[in-house]
């Protein structure tokens, strides 16, 4: 069974935290890799980051698809490109969004989400409503960290930490949701610290991942998520048509 | 690790099918077992029946927390006494219908449930409801089998695998979800005839519980879901008090 | 015209009281009496308390019917049991909180809840959601008084007053639904001192249920609250089993 | 106790009918007469008829305040001028289609609403919309009929019938909702033929009024439903200004 | 291409602000004047005074369909009349609170609005919701600033501008909705304080208007917004009869 | 005032037939234009194309930035990188979905929306539910006719005709919303044999753009929709770093 863990942004050392955190919780059964978009933005902090993320990430599932790979993790909290991807991949492909908020709605009545920028908070709602999930999704609350800065700045954790005491008191919720793949190692401080469960979507998603390849679970090849009508494409976008 | 499926009826040849259905998708370090509710209704098939499922359920609960038991299926589509299972427990305590539905809602824009008996398909609505997962559910269909004739009816299987495949038909849906715990093992036969995914609640709940155990997920142990306050039961439901 | 309030916790001091305020509205040609669950909690406070309640209940119905009940109340605000009951009775079955709430919504563009303990809010808001009065529901709030100290606490009259006040003022409502049964003789006391009016569940139940009979109103006895399918029960509840 | 039920029409005959229904159900110690509006069109059966239904209906209103009566029915199914009656009653103020909706919720899953014109469909919808009711309204079916022509067509009542046959099989529905005033004694007919209960509005909302001075429920009498401001009217409408 | 700004209540110097503000947007093509109802109140502050100036309104409707009026902005942030006033209108008829809010749906996730009077809150939530714009609408704030006073009062801008400044603080919103047509003169100021966009709906439903005359957008003729049905209409309304 | 239209997949004749449409609707006053995206694919018929779309559309809406224009339409149904747009845009920029949809909204209770392949159906359903619309939006139906055959099939313009007819029969709407930009010069056939409003989304999101700057309406500048934080991209997409 071999999992892949696609980094839509560029950032190669995000990528290794992310794997390290998918390869934590992955089945003795399961071959996990993680790889770096090739094209596109270094941090995806806005719509237009999240928007040309996606071809990088469109590209990586190909590859994967060619390279035999069975199911895949969006390592990227818009969980850009899902709908995309699916039409692409054979396997199933979870968004870590999507992972992380349906397994905190396991956890309680309702959870917060605690992200990077302000300016994404718009995103993760729309996410919580199109999975079913705003009557769990309790507050989504920005730390004003950039993206890379969870790994530069020193004072990050720290802060993600203080972030997430606050929004569990605000909410009155019964989960953490980190809402940024960068904070994927955070979640042992913040559940020591803030007393109450904290779902990493990384860690969230392999497993969704590892579990729908185990009951074979594969998407009909039919309708809406069938592969897409092939066609020209032109200009640097040209390799993506047929 | 250990994991129980409780079987909320007193079938044991349900319990024997459901346990299969469960082993066959654990893990190789995950001890799994079922048991079977020791007192209440043969099979649930109205709210009368599920309510009164509800003791031997959470008697069994309280066996396996005695037993360092770690998370538990809740192996009726009713998905009965999950917030008071939930109190009892210390670990995750999933419902078949809670586990099938999040787990369809992965594979595509909507799936369709097939139930046994009409008279529950209310009870199934109200759940997709709850799980936030009315979006996706396109449809819930009743097939008028019994729940125990699922097993003795030698047409049963025959019969369901039609209502699912007009079940498709009908709600253009991308996915089966199967509505009783008692389907559990025609979750292949429906797969090939239909040609979308199918998804068994029993083999569902069980890679739930062992992701969630798996991360590390436990309650908050505060709040709404903390162990219920110790207090004087009354009559034959006297050994459940304090 | 025979209406039976029952008291689905074990306390007989409760059941007086409840009596007593039914009693207090109930038309001139309404026989009303109140009994106490035979088995059971003593009190309801968690999801446990509320589901191993249920059987008391249930035959309680059981009996009611027996003798010629012609509607019942069910004296909780978790209307613990509610579907099942329907199945069971020939005439109507209300919940206090079903009642309380849509009389409520009467009144003004929305309304407060007042509960006892803070771990029950979920329940309430789960049932404002059954009900069709999210819009009308603006706030549920809990005062920390176990449901038998309001009875045996002196100074709960005046914390669930003060906090009626709190939760109108913060909510902007119109009226006040008093969340437990063990609050309904202070409904008067809190309108004199809050300025807004207080529905109590319980005469708001009563008449549900006797505007029901004046009407003819029965369920249509096919279809999900038809009369459960009989089958045998086993173990201590093999009683409710045919 | 004094009931007022007001036909918001100005046919009498239609009024005379209402007053038998509501009297049917009133309680010994009410008092309940019905009046018809003194201006505005025959029959509501539009957007425009209901609009200019509005001030008579007021009107006598602002006279039963005079007389010293304690609540009000609205006789109309499309519940016209509700909030504006509030503001202007002391005691409550009850629509026949609020009072409806809310009963028939109590009896089942579901309700059919079978009304006359097709025209009138859409604010039915808003109406159950905006009483919470969306989940319980399965459907609402008209028979073509013009309201005067219930009385005056002797082929009505099987007409009317038949209509709510078919909504009770086309939605599963548990009750029938009947969308007009004029069809108020329709009701033992409709539950002889169809066999599920029907709900008439004007009963329904006589017992509803009926209760609330029961439990001595009036509006708080500050914010929204407040006493109208005084203002100065001009024109045709100079008498509803202060 | 006439448009015809109908102030619903009768006060001429603010339908003379309401003219100048739509006249300032209209098209170079396009006849625009504004008229001020000829009965009912003097300013609408509560249900009871926007249900009365509904007959004027529609008297200026039909008026206007004498005169070849082409389309009608409704100068009320209640939006009286609209569904009325559309079976009389053979062209479009736009509420201002309609065209503002989905205008400012195009600036952003979210609008607050600031509206006058406190008790006219819930007006504006019902709108919102019917609109479905209750997910870009964050916040409805009121001034306390009666109608009138909006024009007489020379402290009235700056509390109206500082109410707008909280609001958005408060809602993290996008844009500022004025909820009165008498705030028509006022969005360049707040604008300017606030620094956020500014809807005032007369000028945005004017342009709407105008758009869908460009567009050739009319009602089909047929179904709920068809011509109201003929009838006889009693007393002092006697004239809207036929 | 400087508007463009942006046509986001690569084909000529497409823009030409859109840009005619556009300026049949704009004022005097606005200098109009239609551009093609210079990369991506030939038509957008899947998540695939459309994510692919939105490069070539960020780079066009960059230059139109660098040209002085003052607002845009994006010119395909999906509404593809609508968010990212706003971000680079110092005006408004209006998807056609999303214009159609809110100005079918006025036009009654209902619209019907007719589109090109079922596999579109889901993202136009999204769209409806992000806009507000989901109670106007009573069905989304495909012809199954392909995007680019619209203009080369002699048989589509009455293929798309029928399935109007069928739509509004299906649905008891009031208007038909075009599901597709390369529909946009088939609004007149269609009003004509089908009897509805039709609503062509490229003229209608011409005229709210044209509005939105009459209004002087501009996003605030802060939040959301500020401009994206400058990062370095890699890759083929290197040029749309700083």
Do not use: W
């Not at 935290?17 to 596109?40: K, N």
């Not at 270094?42 to 390279?67: K, Q």
């Not at 940024?180 to 042992?188: F, H, I, V």
């Amino acid at each position: 069974m071999r999992i892949r863990v696609v980094n839509p942004n560029t950032s190669r050392a995000m990528t290794d935290t992310i794997e390290r955190c998918a390869r934590a919780v992955a089945g003795p059964g399961t071959l996990l890799d993680a790889v770096t978009s090739e094209m596109g933005p270094a941090s995806i902090e806005s719509h237009y980051d999240e928007a040309l993320s996606v071809p990088g990430l469109l590209a990586a599932i190909r590859r994967g698809e060619a390279e035999g790979v069975d199911g895949y993790v969006l390592a990227c909290f818009g969980d850009p490109g899902l709908d995309a991807a699916r039409e692409l991949a054979g396997g199933p492909v979870i968004g870590i969004a999507e992972a992380a908020m349906r397994t905190a709605a396991h956890l309680g009545r309702g959870f917060s989400v605690v992200t990077t920028l302000g300016r994404t908070v718009g995103r993760a709602a729309d996410l919580a409503e199109r999975y079913g999930m705003r009557r769990f999704c309790r507050g989504i609350h920005a730390c004003e960290i950039p993206v890379l800065a969870l790994d530069s700045d020193p004072d990050a954790r720290e802060i993600v930490t203080e972030a997430c005491r606050e929004a569990v008191e605000a909410d009155r919720s019964d989960a953490i949701v980190l809402g940024c793949a960068g904070m994927a190692d955070l979640s042992a401080q913040v559940r020591a610290k803030v007393g109450v469960p904290v779902v990493d979507g990384v860690a969230a998603a392999t497993l969704t991942v590892q579990s729908l390849l185990t009951l074979g679970l594969r998407k009909s090849g039919r309708g809406e998520f069938a592969a897409p009508p092939p066609k020209p494409f032109t200009g640097s976008l040209r390799s993506f048509g047929t």
